[in-house]
């Protein structure tokens, strides 16, 4: 007899008694329909569990793009492939996704670009227990294929810290990340510079002035006695003019005047003659720590005072001074090897060179004074130091 797959039944009651278990026809019935095997359905695990009990990864590195109003991070676990930027809109959505990363990996490693946000964010991943690296800008890549967003950014950086904790030390090129008292004291070193650089920038705009009308150009013209003098001889609608500027650049005078002592005040202890105290301090700011450099040789790149190069093979070719490093470093060991010339003539750079000081090419000079500023780097790391004496040096020391 054929049964019809399905039946109707209007009444309730009936159908819960007539409710039968419908099996496909092609199955074989089992002999009790009352023998079930019942089993429990899976319990599904929380996000949490699951990441407690799967292995942790051995390190995860992450590389940030920092911006004022952005952050695109991108990470690397272990040796897998570089995973997707994400974007952060503030410090703390980044801090945080860090800080989740620490929950599945035995180590995290982070990196930035260094720039006019500072060092907020490294300071904040240190005091986490996250270590943080800041390097310098690389745009070699961006260069080379013509491309350049945040994305392309953060995963180059991500690539870049894996290298080197894998053992490149090259593959990052690392910024040094002062104290917050060194770079308080760096950051007001640096604002003398700053207001000297205005001063000469007002300075010009009055000069363009006075050579615009036929009156040449005057040193130092808003000064009290230069300004008396010129006010006499231009006509008045160019005086009243420069008074603008002559406010702006008095005041300006007043403020240089007391960054100045208050930043040579700060130098204690004895100097060598012809290195001043605003020199010295300015110096030792930018510098950070003498003790961090192993070697001559890192103190004279942190200057760029030494020689490019473009060699291979057998041939060895010798250029230039490559500037590259802190310019400020460059400047004072420029400005305090002419006067060495004059305080320190005894000084073993400056005999070494005294033939061609002594002469008349200016270009050979400025090589010379040059070569005595690498030295004198030297010489002053070694100094402060302790690794060699004033003495050995052959440098005459005055008190502060």
Known sequence: MTHAPYTIISDFEALVDAMVLVRPPNRQQPDSMNNYNLKAAPIALSKEQKSQNSPKAKRIVVGVDVHLRSYQAARKIDNSAIGPVATFRSQAELLLHIENQRKVAEEVAVVYEAGPLGYVLYRELEAQGIGCYVCGPDGHVQQSERRKNNSIDARNLTASLFNYLSGNERALQLARVPTPAQEQLRAQSRQQDQLVQTRKDLAAQGNALLLGQGYGSLKNWWRPKAFSHLSQEVDPWVAEMLKNWMELLRALDEKIQKVKVSLARRCKGPRPKGLGALSLVQLEAEVLDWNRYSSGRKIGCLAGLVPSEWSTGTKQRLGSITKVGVAAIRRIAVEAAWRFILFQPQYKAVQKWQEVLRGTNRALKKKAVVAIA???????????????????????????
């Open 374 to 400: 690498r030295q004198l780097m030297v010489d002053l790391w070694r100094l402060q130091t302790g690794r060699l004496s004033a003495k050995e040096l052959n440098l005459i020391i005055v008190d502060a």
